[in-house]
């Protein structure tokens, strides 16, 4: 069966997947394109539904490989449900992993977020934390959803690479301290030098505007990068990033 | 004199700055906010035309306490001359500074950048080049125009900060190298090493897709950042911004 209209039931299922609150009702989000979609269901993420546009039969056959089945749609179905303006071809609604925050916290570097705003600054940063080998994201209230359309884009895959959790950032670093984390923020009144870390270690990013909140950061060691010219400030994912570099450093060193 | 149309000679020469082939032809580019306004000023960049929306009597009185004149628009005409959808009372056509390379280049670090193709990442690594130090900014042919309302509110009041070159990157190289510039460049076959600088060095940044061209990277010394993730890559603002902060930090240290 080929759905050519945008008014068919699974199409404007999918559609209202671009709203957070459809995703959490669901516990469904959407992915697109070709690397996103064969990475997830390589990564263990369970697909729930999925679309492949009508003629192409290269991913038809690459979907019916694995033993899944799919929807075929009109191109102009297609661009209805995703949220890129050119869709590559596929897309599907994957089930969101479980991001509860675990009894026991991986060893390694954590990164976590608090009320960080902008969808394509917690892509990249994810993103980073990915490539510098942290073991977890952390997101606490008030950030945006890692699941939606531009975060996910922004990680460029790294969205199923390692896990996610989601809680009360005080209540988790609390928890984390006792395993015998050490946390350490970004914060204006920190000292201008990183510091020393164990193997086990937690940097937390505040938000774009205000920093990390007080609640927070008297948790934390607080450590700022230096500064030499003109510029008041870094872009938030860089700054970020550049923090997450310096300890994933430190760590190696360490070992 | 109120503008109210759109319509108006001065605000269809002032909407034509939006794209790149006028501000090359006119030497002009447009800037927009409270803050880069004043900061350009500030900066002994001379405006040309200065626009306050009408009942603006702060930015009114601030501007002619300057000693610069000034013209009054209504808001429609202030949203079709502006970039950003919300515009905040104010924008100015300013002169273009000269982006000849100079005779003898200023010590220190310099970012050039190869046929870097996005505004929001040339703005970003501009704002990190200032915020660490950087003496100049020199765009190789093919880059994305520094002065486009994108890349400069990437760069957040950067763009005034160091001086901006436009120029043959490889000519330019060569030219550096004999001033005695060590030549750094960033490429997936470099070693996993931050070279140690002296005084006087350039870092090149290449293109978000193909990365530094051959004929540039032969000239320089190629180095890349370690990747302990899953990750391919980092994010081409990100990655530039960590090699900047490196350059900088092992400068300081030789100081």
């Not at 209209?5 to 009702?25: W, Y």
């Not at 860089?238 to 994933?248: P, R």
Request: aromatic share 4%; proline share 5%; glycine share 10%.
């Amino acid at each position: 069966m080929l759905i050519t209209s945008t008014k068919n039931e699974t199409v404007k299922r999918l559609r209202r997947l671009k709203e957070r609150a459809a995703r959490r009702e669901t516990g469904l989000h959407l992915i697109e394109g070709e690397r996103l979609v064969f990475d997830a269901v390589n990564s263990e993420i369970r697909p729930e539904t999925i679309i492949i546009e009508d003629g192409r039969d290269d991913l038809k056959e690459r979907i019916a490989e694995l033993g899944l089945s799919y929807t075929l749609v009109s191109r102009q179905v297609l661009e209805a449900i995703c949220d890129t303006p050119s869709p590559q071809g596929i897309c599907a609604s994957v089930y969101t992993p479980d991001t509860t925050p675990p009894d026991s916290y991986l060893s390694g570097m954590i990164v976590a977020l608090d009320a960080l705003q902008d969808p394509g600054n917690l892509g990249t940063i994810l993103r980073t934390a990915d490539a510098m080998g942290a073991v977890g994201l952390l997101l606490g209230e008030g950030c945006t959803d890692v699941y939606s359309p531009k975060a996910m884009r922004a990680a460029m895959g790294s969205t199923y690479h390692l896990p996610i959790y989601r809680g009360e950032l005080r209540k988790e670093l609390l928890r984390l301290r006792e395993q015998g984390y050490k946390l350490v923020c970004g914060h204006l009144k920190g000292e201008e030098r990183i510091p020393e870390v164990g193997p086990c270690c937690v940097i937390v990013i505040g938000n774009e505007g205000n920093g990390v909140s007080d609640d927070i950061s008297e948790l934390c060691e607080l450590c700022r990068l230096p500064m030499y010219g003109r510029a008041e400030s870094l872009n938030a994912s860089v700054a970020a990033s550049i923090l997450i570099y310096e300890l994933a450093k430190r760590m190696r060193v360490g070992v």
